[in-house]
């Protein structure tokens, strides 16, 4: 018998035992859920992926491959999504061949079939599981993304006045959607003066400070002064001994003096009612 022939032979004991092997499937995958997906919705998932391996064994054509793959991907990033481990999420796929192992194990002359159809579940199975890792990485990498774009927000303090309130490190990739961040702001707002707010930066050292100059310069070149506001005694006290120098860049110890002077530059003062 070749390898077709095997491989029709599985999809057809498969077909006519179809309840069987969903339902002893089903009840394998659920047992490692702890609760986490409802028994009708695991029915489900597992429904369409046996229909598509049995698709599979009978047709043996790229396209339902294909299909069956794509839906394995959907799985997997399905699984990432709601924090199931990668082992948990490939186990429920290697479950296929205990339900169906179950049923065979009596079954002497279906023994090269089961052995070609647990070989295409191994492969199955490492599959999802490297879809499972590229789906993960693709939600941290678009946390991180989200969460530097919160961390950055860009205000308008007042007619012509900007601010962008920073909290945390700032590295290479952040002072990148900082500058990118206040030159929108400043094209869109038509703003002439921006305030950057170092209060929420734990430390300065020289590659932060080279990072705040790069952001003036891009600012000056859109016609924009900016104020460095948030330095605190302790930061002057790193800037002196480091020998970092602003130059002709203003900066203030607090928002409040920072303002204060924008609003002196526009020509504006505010007064008590």
């Given amino acids: 018998m070749d390898a077709d022939d095997t491989r029709k032979r599985m999809a057809d004991y498969l077909r006519d035992h179809h309840d069987k092997v969903i339902g002893r499937w089903t009840e394998l995958v659920v047992s490692g859920m702890r609760g986490r997906t409802s028994v009708e919705e695991v029915r489900r998932e597992l429904g369409d992926l046996f229909t598509l391996i049995v698709r599979v064994l009978s047709e043996a054509d790229d396209h339902a491959a294909g299909e069956l793959q794509a839906a394995l991907d959907e799985l997997s990033r399905s699984r990432a999504r709601d924090g199931f481990t990668p082992s948990e999420t490939a186990l429920g796929v290697f479950a296929l061949k205990e339900a169906v192992y179950e049923l065979v194990a009596d079954t002497s002359e279906l023994v090269p079939e089961f052995l070609a159809f647990s070989r295409m579940v191994d492969n ?28 950055t927000p ?3 303090l007042w007619d012509g006045i900007i601010a ?4 945390g490190t700032l590295d290479s990739a952040r ?3 900082v500058m990118e961040k206040l030159l929108d702001t400043l094209v869109a707002t038509g703003a002439d003066h921006a305030v950057i707010d170092i209060t ?24 924009a002064e900016c104020t460095i506001s948030g330095i605190r005694p302790q930061v002057a006290q790193t800037i002196v001994s480091l020998g970092i120098e602003f130059g002709d860049i203003a900066t203030k110890a607090n928002l409040a003096d920072a303002l204060a002077l924008a609003l002196r530059q526009a020509g504006l003062k505010v007064v008590p009612a």
Wanted: glycine share 4%; aromatic share 4%.
């Fill in 154 to 156: 860009v205000v308008q």
């Fill in 200 to 223: 929420g930066v734990a430390t300065v050292d020289t590659e932060v400070a080279q990072h705040l100059l790069k952001t003036v310069s891009a600012a000056r070149l859109l016609g």
């Fill in 164 to 167: 962008v309130p920073l909290v």
């Fill in 175 to 177: 002072t990148q959607l």
């Fill in 124 to 151: 199955l199975g490492l599959s999802t599981f490297e879809a499972y890792s590229a789906a993960r990485e693709q939600i941290i990498s678009d946390q991180v993304t989200t969460m530097m774009e919160l961390s």
